[in-house]
């Protein structure tokens, strides 16, 4: 009997999660794709506008698995308790604790998701679908300097119109600098590749330019050897943003970066975003199974849902505000990621007392 029921409990829940999730992020989808079409030229046409927001699928399903975690629970969760049958549960010798553990544990799958999706798929994927469409955009043209990523190194203020992972560049323009910043010399590469071996960069149909006097002289190359300290993994961390960093590379720049002293609250801020995210995501179902068993006991689903979505916007609102606010007054973001998420537990203690 306890395990047919735990198994039922699950079951609900779990079903709940994986329907409301499928909701949000198929409208999110259409959402991005209606907006993408503003984008569309004549290399980037709509087939790539749905490749680009099929490449991006795996980081908007971890966006959205919290609030989905909240609104299934309430949902599913919700349609026992209208049906009496958390009285019943109840009456079957079910504590409240119990019955929390029971739902924490379908939970536990979609928090186990979204970890394998942060730390391995989506900084890949993302690299992949933003430098694909760029280069899409402007393809191996030098004078599409208005987008794409520009880096400094040494005297060198380097662009890249796309910066594909495993180390593949397209459309890199340098421009070396003298000590009065006046150019020197600027070359263009349609391509370059990065030797992992040798550990250096391979440019592919290189022009080069260099100013001397009232002089220009051009030279071309075929292939051309770049020394740079700018690895693909450097790359990567410069050209994506801190929250769609994987922990691992987060924690890695923030060693790099306080080696030398350089300020590096932006990227702790997303680590430990990253490290108690399944911490955030179990406050909210806390919180859900708290209000299905106190002021939400006999409300309809649809404001059950309404509820659900106010909530997990609001949660998302305040973790934002705090989060810059770390930065700007030097709090320690560990801070600013933890409020929310006790103030969630604490909310969810206070119900749950209040319910028996």
């Not at 099929?54 to 308790?81: D, F, N, Q, R, W």
């Not at 009232?214 to 020394?227: A, F, N």
């Not at 849902?305 to 609102?317: E, Q, R, W, Y």
Request: hydrophobic share 50%; glycine share 8%.
């Amino acid at each position: 009997m306890s395990k047919t029921l735990s198994r039922y409990i699950g079951i609900n829940v779990m079903s709940a999660i994986a329907v409301s999730l499928t909701a949000i992020v198929g409208l999110d989808l259409v959402a991005g794709i209606i907006d993408q079409t503003g984008d569309i030229k004549r290399n980037y046409q709509i087939l790539d506008v749905l490749i680009y927001t099929a490449t991006k699928l795996p980081s908007t399903i971890y966006e959205y698995i919290p609030l989905a975690s909240l609104i299934g629970c309430l949902v599913g969760l919700g349609m026992l308790a209208t049906n009496s049958e958390v009285v019943v549960i109840r009456a079957a010798g079910f504590s409240l604790m119990r019955i929390v553990f029971l739902v924490f544990k379908p939970v536990f799958l979609f928090i186990l998701v979204a970890a394998l999706i942060g730390e391995y798929f989506s900084p890949y994927l993302d690299q992949l679908a933003d430098s694909k469409r760029e280069y899409l955009r402007k393809g191996e043209s030098a004078l599409e300097s208005t987008s794409g990523f520009w880096a400094k190194e040494g005297d060198e203020f380097i662009h890249f119109n796309a910066v594909f992972p495993g180390g593949v560049l397209f459309g890199v323009t340098r421009y070396r600098l003298n000590e009065q910043r006046e150019l020197k010399e600027t070359s263009f590469s349609s391509r370059a590749t990065f030797n992992k071996t040798e550990g250096f960069w391979v440019e592919e149909n290189v022009s080069s330019t260099i100013f001397l006097d009232q002089q220009t002289y051009t030279r071309k190359w075929v292939t051309r050897k770049w020394q740079t300290e700018l690895t693909p993994e450097v790359l990567s961390l410069n050209i994506l943003p801190s929250d769609s960093l994987s922990a691992g590379s987060l924690s890695n720049h923030i060693g790099y970066l306080e080696e030398r002293k350089a300020d590096s609250a932006k990227y702790r801020l997303a680590f430990w975003s990253k490290v108690l995210r399944p911490l955030a995501i179990f406050s909210l179902v806390f919180v859900g199974i708290a209000f299905v068993f106190g002021p939400l006991r006999q409300a309809t689903a649809g404001f059950r849902v309404f509820v659900g979505v106010l909530f997990g916007i609001s949660f998302k609102l305040l973790s934002d505000i705090l989060g810059p606010l770390s930065i700007v007054f030097e709090i320690p973001p560990i801070l600013a990621i933890l409020v929310p998420i006790l103030m969630c537990f604490a909310l969810g203690i206070v119900l749950l007392r209040r319910a028996g």
